[in-house]
Each structure stands twice: as structure tokens, then as C-alpha cells.
């Protein structure tokens, strides 16, 4: 069956499953069993390769009945990331039917089983900073112990990007395609020049990276027929996409003749001489996301020279906005920011004793919860600043007390709501905080009861 990926807020960092002496301790806290990565927004290689053996004594239905398979108490793994993640993907590659349970720093917990290709499980989320716990479980006992190789991506990698176990170490078969008859270039060598992790709508624009057009030992003829210039066999520079671009320029200011040169991630490759003003190239495309390559080289096999290349989305951007080579950065800004469209919130059906996250650290998009009440319409319940609405009713406003908040939205069996704010321990004796609203609907969103405490306390219970 393919997989759904759900979420759950675990509250305390050890539950004790099961009963009698041998009960089974579900430990998030603990040390990982295969490893830790650190790793922050823009990170290479992507993806990260983790390895491991699945499963363990835990059943993960008694986490959430919607989880499947048997993990371990501690974590396999734990990614800590300062930065969080826009967009961060956990794929799996194992010979046996594995599942996948993953805890966010808030302690949201998503689960998935064949979500993936095959009977490999795959979750894509956000997350904020933090410490990020990774289970790799097995879908059935006697499959514990098979050996997994875990892919964490903030690209759309799927199963088929992660190396089997046993394979080697490093990423699978290779995102970039090899070129009909046989390439001269590698690709794969890291970048002589610099790289860049580069979203859509990035500032300042243009970004501006530097090197030196070299007169190396391969022809761009050798490439692709009509490709002039000298070239090494490395990129010059790589360009991290996460999101892709509807258009990305690439200009180069050099004071010699210079060629441009860009693999994009499905391994096409795009050649230009002089496209920009004078001897200097430019090259205009859309991209998907990943990792692009780009060539810097010299159209003369004599000569070599520094140069800047400016990456940019606008298309009114040309070589007079790159700074010349040693010119001590941009040169004058003509080029007017384009404004980004308001964010659009993204609308998430509430489902019954599942929590979903209104506000949490590093959320960078606004969330609304749809909630269909016993006798009422269907009814949005989001954050507008620090007040709680409920369609155009405001429920209540949040504890200025409380210190970047998680707020998740939980619909009970009843059709009521249980909205928590949440604050954890901050360290030198304080305990955190807990903000609790019990919403009904008596021909319009009424707040029936309220609660407040400790992040430590136990909550009344019609919370639970």
C-alpha cells in the first residue's frame, strides 16, 4: 500500500511502550545509534548519505497508529541543523521493507512506510532549528537488522538517487547525465572557484562570484559541437538550486575573451561565446531544482585571466551590472528589486487528533487549519499577529509571556478543538509555558475553557 506520510506531537522525552520488565523505552533524547550529521540550509553534497540497520523491538503503532513496522528506543540517526529547513526530504534505500519515523525539534512526529519507490518510505517536511531524530524501522520482525542507506536532501530526490546498501559509499546513480558518446568533463570534482546555494527571489541581485578563465586542456567542441573556448575539467563554480529557477542569467566581465559553459541538473548543456556586451558571454534559461555547473573558459588556448560571473533572475540585468574583475565588488545598482507576491497560506483539512502547526521557530509560511465543527460550516482557524481567529471570530490573544511559541490546532473526536501554544524550558530555571483555549461551536466559535501552566505540568483533561 503507498504510504501516507502523519504527524503526531509527542510530549516527554521517554515513553515507556509495552508492560512487565522487558517494557521497551522510546528514547528521542538519546545518543544515535549510526551517527549524527550537522548540516544547514544550502549543504553539499546533496543529498547526505547516512547508513544503517533497520528496525528494532519498539512496534511504532504504539507512537501512532498510523505508524507501521518496529523501530529502536534511541534514534539511528540525528540531524542538528542551526539554520532549519525550507524544504528537507528523508529518502530510504534498503533490500527489505523498511518504514521511516522522523521527530522535528518542536517534537512533531511524521511516519511513513512505501511512500517512496517500491517498498522504500520517503517524508518530505519543513523543519525549524534544531535536533532532528531519524528512525529507519522494519516493516515486519524478521526483517530487523537488513542494512539501509538514508538520504536527507533538500532537493526532490527520490529512492532511485540514494546508493543501494553495500553499493560504496556516496550518493547513487548520478543526478547529472553523461553526454551522448562520452564527456571529457567531471562534473563531480568540487568547484574550482566557489559554489552558491541560491533560491528564487534571492537578494542582493545580482550574486557575484570571481576566478580565473583558464586555457585548460579541454576544446568545448569536445562537449558539444558548436562550444568554443579552453576548459578545465572540474567547474569553475557550482550553483545549488533548491527551488529551481524560471530564469537564471549567468554573465561574465572579464578583460580577456571568455567562454561560458552550464550543465544544468538533467545534464544538458548550454555553450555561449559573446552574448553579453563585448567578448564576454551570457546565458538565459529556466532550471529545475539541483545542482548546476558552470565553466568558465578562455576562448584562446594562450591566454588565461580573472574575471567575475553574476548570477541572476532579472532579465534586465546585463555585463554593465558585473563588477569588473578586482573592482572591489558590484558596481553602481541599476537594477530594481523585483517585489515578492504575498506569501500564500497553505490550508491543511484538520484531521481528528492529529495536531497541526500553526506557528512554530523558522515557519516561513502562514498555515491555516480547516475545521469542519458538528452543526457549523467549515471554518479556517489561524494566527492574525498574536491573536487566535476562527473565521472573522477572535478567540483569544496569546500570552505576550510566551517566547517563539509553537501553536498546533488538534480536533477531537467531538468536533471541538484543543489550540496550544507552547514554550519549552529556556534554561536557568525556567520551565517553559503552556497556553491551552477548548473551542466549540454554539452557533459560532466559542472558547468553553481555558488553561495555563508550566510546559512541564500536566494539562486538564479535556486537553488530552
Not at 528537507?88 to 519507490?117: K, Q, W, Y
Request: aromatic share 6%; proline share 12%.
Amino acid at each position: 500500500m503507498r504510504g501516507k506520510v502523519w504527524s503526531v506531537v509527542v510530549i516527554g522525552a521517554v515513553l515507556l511502550l509495552g508492560t512487565g520488565v522487558a517494557a521497551a523505552q522510546f528514547s528521542p533524547r538519546a545518543r544515535p545509534l549510526y551517527g549524527q550529521a550537522n548540516l544547514r540550509s544550502g549543504f553539499m553534497p546533496d543529498p547526505h548519505i547516512l547508513s544503517g540497520n533497520m528496525g528494532g523491538p519498539i512496534q511504532a503503532n504504539q507512537l501512532n497508529t498510523s505508524c507501521r513496522g518496529y523501530v529502536s528506543g534511541p534514534p539511528n540517526h540525528v540531524i542538528v541543523t542551526n539554520s532549519g529547513f525550507r524544504q528537507i526530504r528523508f529518502a530510504v534505500n534498503a533490500g527489505s521493507d523498511s518504514t521511516l519515523v522522523v521527530m522535528l525539534p518542536n517534537g512533531s512526529l511524521l511516519c511513513d512506510d512505501d511512500g517512496g519507490e517500491g517498498l522504500n518510505p520517503l517524508i518530505t517536511t519543513q523543519s525549524p532549528p534544531g535536533r532532528i531524530a531519524v528512525w529507519v524501522g522494519a516493516y515486519s520482525p524478521s526483517a530487523a537488522g537488513a542494512p539501509y542507506n538514508l538520504g536527507v536532501s533538500e532537493l526532490n530526490i527520490t529512492t532511485s538517487n540514494i546508493p543501494a546498501p553495500g553499493a560504496g559509499p556516496g550518493p547513487g546513480p548520478v543526478v547529472v547525465q553523461p553526454q551522448q558518446g562520452g564527456s571529457p568533463l567531471q562534473p563531480q570534482l568540487p568547484a574550482a572557484y566557489g559554489s552558491v546555494s541560491l533560491r528564487s527571489g534571492f537578494m542582493p541581485d545580482p550574486n557575484v562570484l570571481s576566478g580565473t578563465a583558464v586555457n585548460g586542456p579541454i576544446q568545448g567542441s569536445q562537449v558539444q559541437p558548436g562550444c568554443r573556448g579552453y576548459y578545465n575539467p572540474g567547474p569553475s563554480h557550482v550553483l545549488m538550486a533548491p527551488t529551481g529557477f524560471r530564469q537564471i542569467r549567468f554573465i561574465v566581465n572579464s578583460g580577456i575573451d571568455t567562454t561560458l559553459m552550464v550543465m544544468l541538473p538533467s545534464g544538458q548543456i548550454l555553450c555561449d561565446d559573446d552574448g553579453g556586451s563585448g567578448l564576454n558571454p551570457l546565458i538565459s534559461t529556466a532550471s529545475p531544482p539541483g545542482a548546476i555547473r558552470v565553466w568558465v573558459g578562455s576562448y584562446s588556448s594562450s591566454r588565461s585571466g580573472p574575471y567575475n560571473i553574476g548570477f541572476s533572475e532579472l532579465s534586465n540585468v546585463t555585463t554593465a551590472n558585473i563588477p569588473p574583475p578586482g573592482g572591489g565588488g558590484p558596481g553602481p545598482v541599476v537594477v530594481q528589486p523585483v517585489q515578492p507576491p504575498p506569501p500564500v497560506a497553505q490550508v491543511v483539512a484538520l484531521t481528528v487528533g492529529i495536531p497541526t502547526t500553526l506557528l512554530g521557530p523558522s515557519m516561513t509560511e502562514q498555515v491555516v487549519a480547516g475545521w469542519n465543527p458538528r452543526g457549523g460550516p467549515p471554518t479556517q482557524v489561524m494566527l492574525q499577529g498574536v491573536n487566535v481567529m476562527a473565521g472573522s471570530t477572535r478567540l483569544e490573544s496569546l500570552p505576550r509571556t510566551l517566547r517563539d511559541p509553537t501553536v498546533t490546532v488538534t480536533q477531537q473526536r467531538n468536533g471541538n478543538l484543543v489550540i496550544r501554544a507552547e514554550q519549552p524550558p529556556m534554561g536557568g530555571g525556567d520551565r517553559g509555558q503552556t497556553f491551552l483555549l477548548h473551542v466549540a461551536w454554539q452557533g459560532r466559535p466559542v472558547v468553553v475553557d481555558r488553561w495555563s501552566g508550566t510546559a512541564v505540568e500536566r494539562g486538564p483533561r479535556w486537553a488530552r
